[in-house]
C-alpha cells in the first residue's frame, strides 16, 4: 500500500509538471510567447471564467489577496473569509476543493477568529477589502500575516488538520492578545513602537539564502528583519528598512521624501526575495523598491524604483512605466523577471529584468495582463469576467513553471501559461 501511495505521488507530481509546461519564457521579449491582454488557462475558486460568487467552501473563495507555490503545495489567503487554504498538490482543474484550511475549524464558516469572539491560537482576522495578504512557505513551515490581530502567526510544521494551532506569535507576547504595537514590558512608555512590536502587517518573506524573515510592518510603514526565525513569542528584529529606528513609526519619515525617498515607505504592502534583491510594494507611493537583499543596519536606501522616475515622484499613473497602488510583487529569481500587481489599475505588469539603478525615465514594463494596452485601467476591461480580466487584483506569484494572479474582487485565482 505504501509503494502504491508513493507511486501515486510521484505521477501527480510529474502531472502537474506535464500540464503546467514552462511560463518563463513567458516575459522574454525574445520569445513573445506571452501577449498583452493574455487569456488564463486555469481558473481556482470559480467553475469558469465568468461567474464571480464569493463562496466560502472548499472549492470556493471570497476575496483572496494573497497566494504562494511551495514547489509542492498551492497556499492561498482568503482573506474575506479569514483564512488560508491548503492545496496537497497544484490543482489541476478548475473546482478542485483544498485540502486543509487555517483559519477555522471547517470549510463553511468565515467569521474572524475562527469564527469566535476572542483572539485565539487558531483563528485569523484580516481587514475588510484588505488590499493584500502575502503568505510565505519555506516548505516546512508556514508564516501567515494576521493583519487585523496585529501579528505573524508561524506554524511550525505545514498543517495536514484543519484548525490547527499555530506555534509562534510575532507581534505579541502571547497567542490570545492583538493590540497595536504591543511593546515588550521593557520599551519606554514614551516610545510608539520598538522592534518586537507590529501594527497591521501585511507580508512575511523568509529569504532562503541566510535564513533571515522579513515582515511588511504596513501600519507602522516599515519592513522589520530578523536574522533568523523565531521559535519563541514576541520576539525581537534586528534591523528595521523604511524608519531611522524602532521607536519611529510615521510615513516617509514624517514627510520628508524629497530627503529620504529611497529609504521611506508610505504604507508598503508586499515583498519579495531574490539571491540579490529586495522588492518591496511600496503602496502608498505607487511604486516598488528594490533593495540589495543583505540589508544590514537600519534605514538602508534602495538601489532603483520602479513606477516613478526618481525617488522623490510619488503620484500615480496608467502608463507603460507607471503604477497605481501597487500592493504585490514576485520574481522568477533565476532571471530576474518581475511581475506587479498594479491593483488601482486594474491590471498586472510584467517586467523583463529588475532594475539596479535609478532610471531617469522609469523602466518599462514589457506586458500587461488584464488590460489592451498599456493606458486602460477598467476593471474587467468594462465587461463581463472573463480569461482575460481582472479586478483589482491582490496578489501575484512568480516562478519557472506558474504565473498566478490572485483576482481578489473576482473571487479567484487565474494560471497563465507558455503555449
Known amino acids: ?35 498583452n491582454n493574455a487569456n488564463a ?20 473563495l471570497n476575496f483572496p489577496n494573497g497566494i504562494y507555490f511551495d514547489n509542492i503545495r498551492l497556499l492561498i489567503a482568503d482573506s474575506g ?11 489541476l482543474n478548475s473546482g478542485t476543493n483544498a485540502n486543509v484550511v487555517v483559519g477555522q475549524t471547517g470549510f463553511t464558516t468565515n467569521g474572524s477568529n475562527a469564527n469566535g469572539t476572542t483572539v485565539v491560537a487558531n483563528g485569523l482576522s484580516f481587514l475588510n477589502n484588505q488590499s493584500h495578504v502575502g503568505i510565505f512557505s519555506d516548505g516546512t513551515k508556514l508564516y501567515v500575516p494576521d493583519t487585523a490581530n496585529n501579528r505573524v502567526l508561524i506554524w511550525n510544521t505545514i498543517p495536514t488538520t484543519s484548525g490547527s494551532n499555530a506555534s509562534v506569535v510575532v507581534g505579541q507576547p502571547n497567542l490570545t492578545t492583538n493590540t497595536a504595537n504591543n511593546k515588550r514590558s521593557t520599551s519606554p512608555a514614551t516610545d510608539l513602537a520598538d522592534n518586537a512590536s507590529l501594527n497591521q502587517p501585511t507580508a ?107 525617488f522623490t515622484a510619488i503620484a500615480s499613473g496608467s502608463t507603460q512605466a507607471t503604477l497605481n497602488n501597487p500592493v504585490s510583487v514576485s520574481s522568477n529569481g533565476s ?3 518581475v511581475i506587479v500587481a498594479d ?44 480569461n482575460n480580466t481582472l479586478n483589482s487584483p491582490g496578489g501575484v506569484y512568480l516562478n519557472p513553471s506558474h504565473l498566478l494572479i490572485a483576482d481578489s474582487v473576482n473571487n479567484r485565482i487565474l494560471r497563465f501559461e507558455d503555449r
Open 1 to 35: 500500500m505504501k509503494y502504491i501511495k508513493s507511486v501515486l505521488v510521484v505521477l501527480s507530481f510529474l502531472a502537474i509538471l506535464t500540464q503546467c509546461g514552462k511560463v518563463w519564457d513567458l516575459i522574454n521579449s525574445n520569445s513573445g510567447s506571452l501577449a
Open 335 to 337: 532571471t530576474n523577471n
Open 204 to 310: 512575511v518573506f523568509v529569504d532562503p539564502t541566510n535564513g533571515k524573515m522579513f515582515i511588511v510592518d504596513s501600519g507602522n510603514h516599515r519592513i522589520l528583519v530578523f536574522n533568523s526565525v523565531p521559535t519563541s513569542n514576541h520576539a525581537q528584529a534586528n534591523n528595521v528598512v523604511g524608519q531611522t529606528n524602532f521607536k519611529t513609526i510615521a510615513a516617509n519619515h514624517g514627510g520628508q521624501l524629497n530627503t529620504n525617498g529611497s529609504q521611506s515607505f508610505n504604507t508598503p504592502t508586499g515583498l519579495w526575495i531574490t539571491s540579490n534583491y529586495l522588492l518591496v510594494a511600496d503602496s502608498g507611493n505607487n511604486r516598488v523598491l528594490v533593495f540589495n537583499s543583505k540589508v544590514s543596519g537600519n534605514d538602508p536606501g534602495a538601489l532603483s524604483v520602479i513606477g516613478q522616475t526618481s
Open 343 to 386: 491593483k488601482g489599475n486594474n491590471r498586472v505588469l510584467l517586467y523583463n529584468v529588475i532594475p539596479t539603478t535609478a532610471v531617469a525615465a522609469g523602466p518599462n514594463a514589457s506586458v500587461v495582463l488584464g488590460q489592451t494596452n498599456f493606458t486602460n485601467n477598467q476593471a474587467n476591461q468594462a465587461k463581463i469576467p472573463a
Open 81 to 91: 473569509s479569514h483564512r488560508v487554504l491548503i492545496y496537497n498538490f497544484f490543482p
Open 41 to 60: 488557462t486555469l481558473v481556482i475558486g470559480q467553475s469558469n471564467f465568468q461567474t464571480v460568487s464569493s463562496v466560502t467552501a472548499a472549492s470556493g
